[in-house]
């Protein structure tokens, strides 16, 4: 019996259907999958997941989700200039409390920021679909399994003191 239940929870760790954003801005703001829809679509043939030292771990394809720029476009961040902005970053939490951290500098200065994505759907390796569950990634990443979070939960915006 508790095995089952180990299984079980193993199986729907990584599932989310919403991600809370929170943190050193204005307001906290949760989106769901539905409010996705209103962002633009993006759809990706197929990334290759390499770890931390550059072996293939697999390929994710069919991926379809918006930039998650696009997505922290309309949050306020808690500051009196822009100048300070350059002080922000971002961890990243998955269900399983899996972490990843990006600087706001990262995403709005760098050509990575038109690269990382909040995915809705993709087919892993195992031509499992994952449909309605939040991942992300960053495409152009050379360990792109480093910064891949599925069952992405929670947004943290903070500032370097």
């Known amino acids: 019996m508790l095995l089952f239940c180990v299984t079980s929870y193993a199986a729907t760790a990584q599932e989310s259907k919403q991600v809370t954003i929170e943190g050193k801005i204005a307001k906290p703001t949760t989106i769901t999958l539905d409010d996705l829809k209103n962002f633009k679509s993006v759809t990706i043939d197929s990334v290759v997941v390499y ?11 069919n991926l379809r989700g918006v930039l998650l720029k696009d997505l922290l476009a ?14 922000f970053y971002l961890t990243c939490i998955a269900n399983d409390n899996y972490k990843v951290v990006y600087s706001w500098n990262e995403l709005f200065n760098t050509d990575t920021g038109n690269h990382t994505y909040v995915v809705t759907d993709y087919t892993n390796d195992a031509a499992k679909e994952v449909k309605g569950s939040l991942s992300l990634i960053t495409t152009t990443d050379k360990a792109t399994g480093r910064r891949f979070v599925k069952g992405l939960s929670k947004i943290v915006i903070q500032q370097v003191n």
């Open 51 to 61: 770890n931390h030292l550059q072996q293939r771990k697999g390929a994710v394809k």
């Open 74 to 87: 309309g949050i306020e961040f808690s500051t009196s200039s822009p100048k300070l902005l350059s002080e």
